[in-house]
């Protein structure tokens, strides 16, 4: 078996199913990797798997996907490119550092405990020079925080 057809093998995909791709690049209009400029590509990914072409581990993709399925959601055939990314990273023996931030999380508390999962990627964006994208980081933080609905106590008349 091939590289590339065990890596589709792994995301659960078949070959046939990578097939379908219309190359729309929705995809990569969605990315949240590309929100932070970085330039991925995942249906260029999904065609070089396609090809049996080998994938670098340095690929933005491998190393910066977050796995929130927003590119599942747009692609007309709902391609699970996490799953793929996933599939790549156990692969090449890689992680991202969102993805060992939320199993840090898990074996300290148990569930994903999204504070430490934003401090943990804080980190390594001021180590690695990505400073200049917190302010995009801290819109993600924000909007999380306005969603978290905290009980209050209701005044009785």
Partial sequence: MQQTDYIIE?????????????GC???????????LE?????????????????????DPLVRFCTNC??????????????????????????????EHAIIESINIWGRMYEPYVFLRASLFVLKDGWARHMFRMMEYVINIVRSIHVPHKVKRI
């Fill in 10 to 22: 792994l995301a659960g995909h078949k070959k046939e199913d990578l097939s379908v791709c219309l």
């Fill in 69 to 98: 399925y927003r590119c599942t959601s747009a692609c007309p055939w709902q391609i699970r490119i996490p799953d793929i990314v996933r599939g790549l990273r156990e692969n090449l023996s890689t992680g991202s550092v969102f």
């Fill in 25 to 35: 690049r929705i995809c990569a209009s969605v990315c949240t990797v590309n929100d």
């Fill in 38 to 58: 970085i330039n991925a590509n995942p249906q260029e990914l999904l065609m070089n798997l396609f090809l049996g072409l080998n994938v670098d581990k340095d």
